[in-house]
């Protein structure tokens, strides 16, 4: 009879036990399956982030085109003199998403150098030049930018071969940068000649843009 109850009681113990691993497995899978749906929902939200400042950088890229374009017809407007030039390049991949633009427009007094974009993958080089003659009093310069992967690296030098600016674009951060010059009559020998831009990329996946105005 003994030997019964100590049979009954250990059955009992061990069921118990059965029980108590049970409710434990299912407890851990339902933590497990809670972490992986909070996981999830903040990669949601970090694309959805990522998507809205996308969106957000291609508006305000838009919007500063539209205002240097505005500025070109403006400047038409007003000197009969003006020498307006507008051409497209195509890249040597030949797509349409590759698409090079140029874009420069000038008077006596005012001028303006808009390049602009977008790569697919490439690794390339280019190079330019842009003048400021001795009638120039101010200079603006504009760069924005983004890339997906690899990197966009942009220099401007100065008539004398010294580093004006040199920007990386990589995937780490989109990149607005602004600067406005005066020429003082003391420092004309520092501006005046021709400036000198580079663009290299490295498998890049976005795009630029470089602006450069004179007045």
Known sequence: MK???K??????????LMTGFILQAQTS???????????EAKVKEMELQMKKQQLEQERKMAEMERSFS???RVAARASSGIRERSYVLATPGGSDEGTFFVQSWGNESQSQLTLR????????SSDGEFDVDE?????RVTVNGKVRHGEIAIKLLYPGGKVFKDLTINSSAEITFSQSLTIKEDEKDKYVGAWKYEVKTKTAEGNYMLSIMTN
Do not use: M, V, Y
């Not at 049979?7 to 118990?16: C, H, K, P, T, V």
């Open 3 to 5: 030997n019964r109850n």
């Open 7 to 16: 049979l009954r009681n250990l059955s009992l113990l061990l069921l118990l």
């Open 29 to 39: 899978q339902e933590a497990q399956k809670k972490e992986q749906a909070e996981q």
């Open 70 to 72: 505005e500025q070109a």
């Open 117 to 124: 974009n977008t790569f697919n993958g490439e690794t390339l």
């Open 135 to 139: 009638s120039t009093r101010h200079i």
